[in-house]
T-cell receptor
Framework: QKEVEQNSGPLSVPEGAIASLNCTYS??????FFWYRQYSGKSPELIMF????GDKEDGRFTAQLNKASQYVSLLIRDSQPSDSATYLCAGYNNNDMRFGAGTRLTVKP | SQTIHQWPATLVQPVGSPLSLECTVE??????LYWYRQAAGRGLQLLFYSVGIGQISSEVPQNLSASRPQDRQFILSSKKLLLSDSGFYLCARASGNTIYFGEGSWLTVV
């Protein structure tokens, strides 16, 4: 079974703080990993992807991948109320994209 | 353009009725296409994916089926809907190793 696990939350952080979202995966064949943001009632939108061990930064977002530990994370710096959403982690292997159940993030003003 | 069109956007169907959700995509030819379902408060469940015309891989045995009659068209169907089929249905396409989603179709089975 190819599983992607996330803490469902909810995760609540104050505005301006760092939000840390975590994800583990079971399929060692997964080649790349993705973070999507989903607002209530809307379809997921891609935030960023990572396929190499280490960190990848894009603006306020940093994705971290540790293939040995099968662990992916997303850090959101200077969190804003507009970041409040559900964040989906996904792993991709040979045409197959598997999603976690998502972590609900609330950023309080 | 990598636009993904889905319709209808919302529908309410009685139990036992048929279903047809349509997805068409623009952009590069022979895209990998996907159908996902998201039940209320749940994660995304992969239902079907297709790597080409007439090629369908099913992930979950159930009363749903998929077809790909044309390169950029992907259809999700059911002959008889169940209450448990209610949810948010998302068509997606792969671009490189990334997946992009359409706007989704909300299905309520009553």
């Amino acid at each position: 079974q190819k599983e992607v696990e996330q803490n469902s939350g909810p995760l609540s952080v104050p505005e301006g703080a760092i939000a840390s979202l975590n994800c583990t995966y079971s399929d060692r064949g997964s080649q790349s990993f993705f973070w999507y943001r989903q607002y209530s009632g809307k379809s997921p939108e891609l935030i960023m992807f990572i396929y190499s061990n280490g960190d990848k930064e894009d603006g306020r977002f940093t994705a971290q991948l540790n293939k040995a530990s099968q662990y992916v994370s997303l850090l959101i710096r200077d969190s804003q109320p507009s970041d409040s959403a559900t964040y989906l982690c996904a792993g991709y292997n040979n045409n197959d994209m598997r999603f976690g159940a998502g972590t609900r993030l609330t950023v309080k003003p | 353009s990598q636009t993904i069109h889905q319709w209808p956007a919302t529908l309410v169907q009685p139990v036992g009725s048929p279903l047809s959700l349509e997805c068409t995509v623009e952009g590069t030819s022979n895209p990998n296409l996907y159908w996902y379902r998201q039940a209320a408060g749940r994660g995304l469940q992969l239902l079907f994916y297709s790597v080409g015309i007439g090629q369908i891989s099913s992930e979950v045995p159930q009363n749903l089926s998929a077809s790909r009659p044309q390169d950029r068209q992907f259809i999700l169907s059911s002959k008889k809907l169940l209450l448990s089929d209610s949810g948010f249905y998302l068509c997606a396409r792969a671009s490189g190793n990334t997946i992009y989603f359409g706007e989704g179709s909300w299905l309520t089975v009553v």
